[in-house]
T-cell receptor, first 116, second 112 residues
Framework: DAGVIQSPRHEVTEMGQEVTLRCKPI?????LFWYRQTMMRGLELLIY????????DSGMPEDRFSAKMPNASFSTLKIQPSEPRDSAVYFCASSPREETTRETQYFGPGTRLLVL | QKEVEQDPGPLSVPEGAIVSLNCTYS??????FMWYRQYSRKGPELLMY????GNKEDGRFTAQVDKSSKYISLFIRDSQPSDSATYLCAMSATRNTDKLIFGTGTRLQVFP
């Protein structure tokens, strides 16, 4: 299995621009998570989906952030407009449905975002 | 106060040393405890998973949970340069790890 796939791996953009991060979860996994990692705050859960439905978006910092999961194999995290404080590494993770195996989340390699 | 506290390090040890990594937490509802290892420029990967108090051993790694003190530890025996990474603790109140709370991570460097 290819694991969780994220694109792009690196993104440099200017303040005010729209940024779209993409994620393909592991095939057959029903849960998808978006995290943000910074030195100061560590790894923070932004939002997660179950069967393509958003379950908890309480971690989304503000209205500039939005996430969608149009089908079981694709999700996007969008920031519009972007600000320098959004600079971070954004991880996508997925987890299988069965309770006995849902003891872990499988992380992608991350997207390193720099907003100038 | 953060729900989970973890010393950021860095922790630098010689090869072969015993390493102790720790986290403290404030939420007594946490029952499931995990350690993730994150290599530079990679995503975290699960290393150890424990439930409630007690010890769990897996090769050179031992995870220890003391719920009465709200304190968890990861011990690495015979540390190797390949163990150099950032170690994140994570916890959950429920078995389905829908909402994990992570520590900020401790950076470990094992030098030859």
């Amino acid at each position: 299995d290819a694991g969780v796939i994220q694109s792009p791996r690196h993104e440099v953009t200017e303040m005010g621009q729209e940024v779209t991060l993409r994620c393909k979860p592991i095939s057959g996994h029903d849960y998808l998570f978006w995290y943000r990692q910074t030195m100061m705050r560590g790894l923070e859960l932004l939002i997660y989906f179950n069967n393509n439905v958003p379950i908890d978006d309480s971690g989304m910092p503000e209205d500039r952030f939005s996430a969608k999961m149009p089908n079981a194999s694709f999700s996007t995290l969008k920031i519009q407009p972007s600000e320098p404080r959004d600079s971070a590494v954004y991880f996508c993770a997925s987890s299988p449905r069965e309770e006995t195996t849902r003891e872990t989340q499988y992380f992608g390699p991350g997207t390193r975002l720099l907003v100038l | 106060q953060k729900e989970v506290e973890q010393d950021p390090g860095p922790l630098s040890v010689p090869e072969g040393a015993i390493v102790s990594l720790n986290c403290t937490y404030s939420n007594s509802a946490f029952q499931y405890f995990m350690w993730y290892r994150q290599y530079s420029r990679k995503g975290p990967e699960l290393l150890m998973y424990t439930y409630s108090s007690g010890n769990k051993e897996d090769g050179r790694f031992t995870a220890q949970v003391d719920k009465s003190s709200k304190y968890i530890s990861l011990f690495i025996r015979d540390s190797q340069p390949s163990d150099s990474a950032t170690y994140l603790c994570a916890m959950s109140a429920t078995r389905n790890t829908d909402k994990l709370i992570f520590g900020t991570g401790t950076r470990l460097q094992v030098f030859p």
